[in-house]
């Protein structure tokens, strides 16, 4: 179950965030978002998907033709409801996290190599 997951977290992190143009609205009520999307990946592949924010999302403008920014998973991105809303986040924010990571793991290895 730990594997599964741990995959999807790296389909996820390997996936992109895009600003997608909103080509159709099925349902835009105050507790539901449901609508479709044309995206073009990293790779340049051109995708028309449907996006559901679930319950109770953040209020967020949606109309026909304008923009929805959206993460899209590396496998399968034109995947009915495999693309979700995304908050716009800064890449700032995900570079620190990186940094962070990778100094928190060269730290630990460099204790193992000074108590064996």
Do not use: K
């Not at 730990?2 to 600003?19: C, K, Y």
């Not at 099925?26 to 990946?41: C, E, H, K, M, Q």
């Amino acid at each position: 179950m730990f594997v599964l997951s741990g995959w999807e977290a790296v389909a996820e992190f390997r996936g992109a965030t895009v600003d997608a143009e909103v080509v159709g609205i099925t349902t835009n009520a105050p507790g539901r978002r449901v609508y479709d999307i044309r995206l073009v990946t990293r790779s340049g592949l051109v995708c028309v998907t449907t996006v559901d924010s679930g319950s109770n999302p953040p209020p967020r403008e949606i109309r026909l033709g304008g923009l929805s920014r959206v993460h899209y998973p590396i496998p399968g991105p034109c995947t009915d409801y495999a693309v979700e809303e995304s908050p716009s986040t800064p890449s700032w924010q995900l570079a620190v996290l990186a940094a962070l990571v990778v100094t928190g793991s060269l730290a630990g290895l460099r204790h193992l190599r000074r108590n064996p």
